[in-house]
């Protein structure tokens, strides 16, 4: 049976140069705005009273692969898990590309006998994060090898959830253009194993990467250059086992959407989950740091599929943390869960109102709710899809409430 889960998630928190406050950089604090972004943020989700079950950290925890940086970003991460009352043994994790020590690997270049010593210099490219005692308890918490060796897979079973997390920038070195994610076969070999010997029925199953799965456009970017690469058998397993959610960085632009694989009509609720607190640039333009709260509710009574909805909040300078606009990126709340095709929630929703409107000149969202409770998780694109086709059929009015949408009686129905 399942029971609501609350997961928070954070990305790309890029303690060192990157990141946007002068308390996210143990370096130095010349080139940042001297904020307190974390205190900032401990007095937002104490204010909105947001507590969580899980902490989910997706990669670029650093912006150099420093220990430096590494032993900040413990700090934060236990304070940040802390303020939401998530438990140690309750916060995951995985590497990004920033966390990948490029220095280390330089070296083999300037040896003379780089051949003799290429293969310690590979294992040190994890010494800065491995060895800091918050990231080696989490990751030798894991089931496999962990997330520093091959191949590279964590996986935390847990009573209600499991999570599964992939080192996806496991091979990235100073050489690499673009930095993108890799899937090696073998590494799918090994997650399938692992899989096939789990019962995971009813658990909540949760997939956690650095690098996006699916291509993600930018506004300001006409290519993307960095999604992960041979993806295609990962998706193949997420999608036989029926994952849940993939959430992963990267991106510093986050989004929400439901992913089918076309295997078994299966979902999964894909995040990418923008970043936490790096230093946008050019992005400040279209999008800001980005915290969520993804909630599960339940499931779907026949298929299954997971319900729930991710809240976001956004951080600016001038507003501090503020529920987000749509504009940005995600909506402040957005629901999934419910995957009926436009022209059946087009049919039961209009035979509903047509059947309100012999008594009454409007029925609210919240009315329909109580004749099928899945119409909570319809998501925001067909929501929008919907009313647009009811206003243009000719159906009635739509106009949008604080607590949903209200469906008024056109004054010339009568005529
Ligand atoms: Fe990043």
Redesign the pocket.
């Known amino acids: 049976m399942t029971t609501s889960t609350k997961i928070a998630i954070i990305s ?1 928190i ?1 303690i060192g140069a990157h990141a946007r406050c002068a308390d996210l950089n143990p370096h130095s604090t010349e080139s940042h705005v001297a904020n307190n972004f974390i205190d900032k943020f401990l007095e937002f989700i104490k204010g909105e009273a947001i507590t969580a079950d899980y902490l989910v950290v997706s990669g ?1 925890i650093s912006t150099k692969c420093m220990r430096q940086e590494f032993l900040h970003a413990e700090k934060v991460i236990l304070e940040i898990a802390d303020g939401l009352c998530v438990k140690q043994d309750r916060v995951f994790f995985v590497p ?1 590309n ?1 966390d990948v020590d490029w220095d280390v690997l330089n070296l083999r270049r300037q040896e003379k006998s780089p051949e003799d010593i290429s293969d310690l210099r590979i294992k040190q490219r994890y010494d800065p994060i491995k060895f800091v005692d918050f990231f080696r308890s989490r990751n030798s918490a894991s089931e496999l090898n962990g997330l520093f060796e091959d191949p590279y897979i964590a996986s935390w079973d847990l009573d209600d959830v499991c999570f599964i997390g992939y080192n996806s920038a496991w091979h990235d070195e100073p050489e690499q253009v673009n930095h993108p994610g890799l899937v090696d076969p073998q590494h799918l070999n090994a997650l399938t194993d692992l899989l096939k010997g789990k019962s995971l029925d009813e658990k909540v199953k949760i997939f956690i990467t650095h690098h996006h799965l699916i291509p993600q456009d930018e506004p300001d970017f006409k290519t993307d250059f960095s999604v992960m690469q041979n993806v295609e058998g990962l998706l193949d397993i997420l999608d036989k086992y029926r994952f849940d959610v993939v959430i992963h ?2 991106k ?1 632009y986050p989004r929400m959407k439901p992913y089918d694989h076309g295997r078994s009509n299966h979902r999964m609720v894909v995040i990418a989950a923008g ?1 936490f607190s ?1 230093a946008l640039g050019t992005h400040l333009d279209y999008t800001a740091n980005m915290f969520h709260l993804l909630t599960t509710e339940g499931r779907h009574a026949v298929d299954r599929t997971i319900q729930g909805k991710l809240n976001s909040w956004a951080y600016s300078e001038a507003r501090g943390w503020y529920t987000n606009k749509e504009e940005i990126g995600v909506n402040p709340c957005e629901p999934f869960g419910y995957y009926n095709s436009l022209p059946i929630l087009y049919k039961e929703v209009v035979d509903r109102i047509n059947n309100a409107f012999t008594t009454s000149d409007n029925i609210k969202w919240s009315k329909l709710l109580e004749y099928n409770s899945d119409l909570q998780y319809v998501g925001s694109r067909i929501m929008k899809a919907l009313c647009e086709k009811i206003e243009e059929d000719g159906i009635c009015e739509v106009h949008s409430t604080n607590d949903g949408f209200i469906f008024l009686k056109r004054e010339d129905a009568n005529v």
């Open positions: 790309d890029h670029d990004g920033h960085g990267h510093h970043s790096a």
